[in-house]
Antibody, heavy 117, light 111 residues
Framework: EVQLVESGGALVQPGGSLRLSCAAS????????MHWVRQAPGKGLEWVSR????????TYADSVKGRFTISRDNAKNTLYLQMNSLRAEDTAVYYC??????????WGQGTLVPVSS | QPVLTQSSSASASLGSSVKLTCTLS???????IAWHQQQPGKAPRYLMK???????NKGSGVPDRFSGSSSGADRYLTISNLQSEDEADFYC?????????FGGGTKLTVL
């Protein structure tokens, strides 16, 4: 059974930092591009960042560029998102997701990141 | 980069059929898309991958009631024999070399 389990979500103050993790199992993690998608309360899905299968190429949404860093450890089957200089508008549920043939095939259950003082 | 346009809402009666539309922006009409379902309070769920030819591949466990089709820049998700559990938000997704792109989502109400 495919599983993507996010962790690391927590209340953080504006300007603070947080690192999200996503543990993958049930599929060959190293074959998949991966990405992070977020959903602000009551809003739609917003793509955040993507990483290719060996970690050599990354892309970011303009809204997080320069503040967030995506990375992966294929030996540990784990995806990461380092989030710095957090803002109130970063408040959202963050989903880890696996891409096959250019679109998302696997979704995690999400982790909530509230940014508030 | 591609833009995906979806109607904000749709409604249909229990047991009937509904066809949701996702339109690709100019220059991207040949893109593959995916359809995802998000039931209230839950994570999104992958439904299917849909090509410009109309060929689609559904995810594991997706009922036969869900099907896909294409016409030009439009990609469709048809749900037959609507059930109460089909009430959800539906998102389409595509990609390019720099980004993944999601449509704004369609909220489906089952009457």
């Amino acid at each position: 059974e495919v599983q993507l389990v996010e962790s690391g979500g927590a209340l953080v103050q504006p300007g603070g930092s947080l690192r999200l993790s996503c543990a993958a199992s049930g599929f060959t993690f190293s074959n998949y591009w991966m990405h992070w998608v977020r959903q602000a309360p009551g809003k739609g899905l917003e793509w955040v960042s993507r990483i290719n299968s060996d970690g050599s190429s990354t892309t970011y949404a303009d809204s997080v560029k320069g503040r967030f860093t995506i990375s992966r450890d294929n030996a540990k089957n784990t995806l990461y998102l380092q989030m710095n200089s957090l803002r109130a508008e970063d408040t959202a549920v963050y989903y880890c997701a696996g891409i096959l043939s250019r679109v998302t095939e696997y979704w995690g259950q999400g982790t909530l990141v509230p940014v508030s003082s | 980069q591609p833009v995906l346009t979806q109607s904000s809402s749709a409604s249909a009666s229990l047991g009937s059929s509904v066809k949701l539309t996702c339109t690709l922006s100019s220059g991207h009409s040949s893109n593959i898309i995916a359809w995802h379902q998000q039931q209230p309070g839950k994570a999104p769920r992958y439904l299917m991958k849909l090509e410009s030819s109309g060929t689609y591949n559904k995810g594991s466990g997706v009922p036969d009631r869900f099907s896909g089709s294409s016409s030009g820049a439009d990609r469709y998700l048809t749900i037959s024999n609507l059930q109460s559990e089909d009430e959800a938000d539906f998102y389409c997704e595509t990609w390019d070399s720099n980004t993944q792109v999601f449509g704004g989502g369609t909220k489906l109400t089952v009457l």
